[in-house]
Nanobody, 121 residues
Framework: QVQLVESGGGLVQAGGSLRLSCAAS????????MGWHRQAPGKQREAVAS???????NYVDSVRGRFTISRDKDKNIVYLQMNSLKPDDTAVYYC???????????????WGQGSQVTVSS
């Protein structure tokens, strides 16, 4: 089994910064991709950023240039540095990992518990 634990959400004023972290633990052989989604009230969940095992990154247009995704491969942690935050960034942020487990089972997608990010105007 694999667990993802998020930290770092909170309340910030517009223009401020936050950093989200997501630490994976458990029976992990390799993590093929990591990323973040978010869901704002009354809106569908959307993909925000992703990073592959090779370090290739991708961002939704609305955050490109303001958010940076990175990973610590040794510690199985993915980060989302969020700068120049806007009220429209207010949402619950969910991390995910695409994990191949040590026991030879299938590669599965795991999700974090969600972190509230609130940006006040």
């Amino acid at each position: 089994q694999v667990q993802l634990v998020e930290s770092g959400g909170g309340l910030v004023q517009a223009g401020g910064s936050l950093r989200l972290s997501c630490a994976a633990s458990g029976s992990i052989d390799s993590i093929n991709a990591m990323g973040w989604h978010r869901q704002a009230p009354g809106k569908q969940r959307e993909a925000v950023a992703s990073i592959t095992s090779g370090g290739n990154t991708n961002y939704v247009d609305s955050v490109r240039g303001r958010f940076t995704i990175s990973r610590d491969k040794d510690k199985n942690i993915v980060y989302l540095q969020m700068n120049s935050l806007k009220p429209d960034d207010t949402a619950v942020y969910y991390c995910y990992d695409l994990v191949t487990s040590r026991d030879g089972g299938p590669t599965l997608l795991y999700w974090g518990q969600g972190s509230q990010v609130t940006v006040s105007s």
